[in-house]
């Protein structure tokens, strides 16, 4: 049995919510659609996500710039109509200036089947007209009070040529003309990057802005635990198998030291970088992505999950209800694995208490808030290393007497639409009955925990299958008491 202990005496860390800062999406003209919107207001109002992040705000798709009869004609009304969304709903958008309107761009290199233009302006003069006319009009119609608070972040992953075409250089003259002509309107305003993937080139944007004596406000990266684990034809499995366990917490852990007291924040990860991966429909999504979460702890300031819905398309618009998209919540609004472990996460306290016990596969965090302490366990390794069902038990020292306890769980047979999905016969279009079972399936569900208190100590024990996730609350004040029954249910 993996035996853990939490002396609840014992001095607590601040723990920050630093994952709800942002979420990604894809492009920007999905922000349009009304499913969408449902989605990011759900996952605001359930998660606490804060900002939002997507690709292609100056795409042509999104009528941005196009140049007619002699003229430059500037079109911000649907930018404007995602923005008043935002806002609407109470979060910000994290501005990722991209791609080039094809009427400044240098070249047709185009990504995606949206045809984003990933080319360098062939004019950079126009270029920072374009930006200084769209921040200009944002700050005379949302005030500098509000845009000051979002973040203007320049292009997406410059260092990987299938997002520009240019060189560092480049991309470097890209940031000063645009940083120049945000600044230029007001120094308030936030401006940072290099926005590139698998931290890459941050110590040379650092060195680059001190060299020129320009602002660099934060820095931005990328990292999926699939990077550089294989070639770019290697399975998902394959990849995942031959990560380092903790990469993430050390890449986090070296962007940290290279932002040398800059806010850093990571403006995508997921479990994959791989946009058809059925992990990102089960239960090894939450457990892993919990894992993730936990070990960079203190070493960011913002994580941004991409993405948080599956109504994405970079290659194809999908139909199968269950097809491993990156999102959070699936096509039909139906809640994954991970959209549960998100919101356990959001549920949990802002103290962080050490526990003790260490183990090859479970890991076990306290997490308290006032009168209330939940215990989080995950049963998790990467895939081809070993991993069973563990008994694991719990003792809580210097305990009150707890007045409720129960625990939720995502598992196999816990919150897993899928599963219920494939028994289903996997039925590509879905009934409005189908996808009413599917998401009471993917709720979690409360249940009481028997536990054992004597001379100030708690214990209590469970067991965790293989990527399983736990989390057991324990309230110690009668004034706070809730039922069960009332928690039987979330989010639906």
Same mark, same amino acid.
């Given at each position: 049995m993996?035996?853990?202990?939490?002396?609840?005496?014992?001095?607590?860390?601040?723990?920050?919510?630093?994952?709800?800062?942002?979420?990604?999406?894809?492009?920007?003209?999905?922000?349009?659609?009304?499913?969408?919107?449902?989605?990011?207001?759900?996952c605001?109002?359930?998660?606490?996500?804060?900002?939002?992040?997507?690709?292609?705000?100056l795409?042509?798709?999104?009528?941005?710039?196009?140049?007619?009869?002699?003229?430059?004609?500037?079109?911000?009304?649907?930018?404007?109509?995602?923005i008043?969304?935002?806002?609407?709903?109470?979060?910000? +958008?994290?501005?990722?200036?991209?791609?080039?309107?094809?009427?400044?761009?240098?070249?047709?290199?185009?990504?995606?089947?949206?045809?984003?233009?990933?080319?360098?302006?062939?004019?950079?003069?126009?270029?920072?007209?374009?930006?200084?006319?769209?921040?200009?009009?944002?700050?005379?119609?949302?005030?500098?009070?509000?845009?000051?608070?979002?973040?203007?972040e320049?292009?997406?992953e410059?260092?990987?040529?299938?997002?520009?075409?240019?060189?560092?250089?480049?991309?470097?003259?890209?940031?000063?003309s645009?940083?120049?002509?945000?600044?230029?309107?007001?120094?308030?305003?936030?401006?940072?990057?290099?926005?590139?993937?698998?931290?890459?080139?941050?110590?040379?944007?650092?060195?680059y802005?001190?060299?020129?004596?320009? +602002?660099?406000?934060?820095?931005t990266? *990328?990292?999926? +635990?699939?990077?550089?684990?294989?070639?770019?034809?290697?399975?998902?499995?394959?990849?995942?198998?031959?990560?380092?366990?903790e990469?993430m917490?050390?890449?986090?852990?070296?962007?940290n030291?290279?932002?040398?007291?800059?806010?850093?924040?990571?403006?995508?990860?997921?479990?994959?970088?791989?946009?058809?991966?059925?992990l990102?429909?089960?239960?090894?999504?939450?457990?892993? !992505?919990?894992?993730?979460?936990?070990?960079?702890?203190?070493?960011?300031?913002?994580?941004?999950?991409?993405?948080?819905?599956?109504?994405?398309?970079?290659?194809?618009?999908?139909?199968?209800?269950? *097809?491993?998209?990156?999102?959070?919540?699936?096509?039909?609004?139906?809640?994954?694995?991970?959209?549960?472990?998100?919101?356990?996460?959001?549920?949990?306290?802002?103290?962080?208490?050490?526990?003790?016990?260490?183990?090859?596969?479970?890991?076990?965090?306290?997490?308290?808030?006032?009168?209330?302490?939940?215990?989080?366990?995950?049963?998790?390794?990467?895939?081809?290393?070993?991993?069973?069902?563990?008994?694991?038990?719990?003792?809580?020292?210097n305990?009150?007497?707890?007045?409720?306890?129960?625990?939720?769980?995502?598992?196999?047979?816990?919150?897993?639409?899928?599963q219920?999905?494939?028994?289903?016969?996997?039925?590509?279009?879905?009934?409005?009955?189908?996808?009413?079972?599917?998401?009471t399936?993917?709720?979690?569900? !409360?249940?009481?925990?028997?536990?054992?208190?004597?001379?100030?100590?708690?214990?209590?024990?469970?067991?965790?299958p293989?990527?399983?996730?736990?989390?057991?609350?324990?309230?110690?004040?009668?004034?706070e008491?809730?039922?069960?029954?009332?928690? !039987?249910?979330?989010?639906?």
């Open positions: 993996a035996q853990f202990i939490c002396d609840l005496s014992q001095s607590s860390t601040h723990f920050p919510h630093f994952w709800e800062h942002g979420v990604g999406s894809g492009r920007a003209s999905l922000a349009l659609r009304a499913d969408w919107q449902a989605q990011l207001r759900k605001h109002a359930e998660l606490g996500f804060q900002y939002v992040r997507f690709h292609g705000l795409s042509d798709d999104m009528g941005t710039l196009v140049y007619q009869n002699e003229q430059w004609i500037y079109s911000f009304f649907n930018a404007d109509q995602i008043d969304f935002l806002l609407s709903i109470g979060m910000k +958008p994290f501005i990722e200036l991209s791609f080039m309107p094809e009427a400044l761009a240098s070249g047709t290199k185009t990504v995606f089947k949206y045809r984003g233009n990933v080319t360098p302006p062939k004019d950079y003069g126009q270029w920072a007209a374009l930006i200084r006319k769209l921040v200009r009009h944002w700050l005379d119609r949302y005030g500098i009070s509000e845009v000051s608070r979002w973040f203007f320049v292009w997406n410059p260092n990987l040529e299938h997002f520009w075409t240019g060189s560092q250089e480049d991309y470097f003259r890209l940031y000063r645009t940083m120049e002509a945000i600044k230029g309107i007001d120094p308030a305003l936030r401006v940072g990057g290099p926005a590139t993937a698998q931290n890459d080139w941050i110590d040379a944007m650092i060195g802005c001190e060299r020129e004596h320009i +602002p660099l406000d934060f820095i990266t *990328h990292y999926y +635990p699939t990077d550089a684990f294989g070639d770019t034809q290697t399975d998902t499995e394959s990849q995942l198998a031959n990560a380092p366990p990469v917490h050390d890449r986090a852990r070296s962007a030291h290279q932002a040398a007291g800059r806010p850093l924040y990571y403006t995508e990860w997921n479990i994959t970088s791989n946009p058809r991966d059925p990102h429909d089960q239960p090894f999504a939450a457990a892993y !992505a919990i894992k993730i979460l936990m070990s960079v702890v203190g070493l960011v300031d913002g994580y941004s999950y991409w993405t948080f819905s599956d109504i994405f398309e970079e290659n194809y618009f999908p139909s199968v209800p269950f *097809h491993g998209g990156f999102g959070l919540l699936n096509l039909h609004s139906i809640p994954k694995p991970v959209y549960r472990a998100f919101e356990l996460l959001h549920r949990l306290g802002d103290r962080l208490i050490a526990v003790e016990g260490p183990h090859d596969t479970v890991r076990v965090w306290a997490i308290r808030n006032e009168e209330r302490l939940t215990i989080l366990l995950i049963n998790h390794a990467l895939p081809r290393h070993a991993i069973q069902t563990e008994r694991v038990n719990i003792r809580l020292l305990s009150p007497v707890p007045t409720q306890a129960w625990i939720e769980r995502i598992d196999h047979e816990h919150a897993n639409p899928r219920v999905w494939l028994n289903m016969g996997q039925p590509t279009y879905l009934t409005e009955g189908e996808v009413d079972r599917l998401c399936f993917s709720q979690m569900v !409360a249940e009481r925990i028997d536990y054992v208190h004597n001379d100030k100590v708690t214990t209590f024990d469970l067991s965790l293989p990527h399983g996730v736990a989390a057991a609350t324990l309230i110690f004040n009668k004034d008491s809730v039922e069960p029954e009332e928690l !039987a249910r979330h989010g639906g």
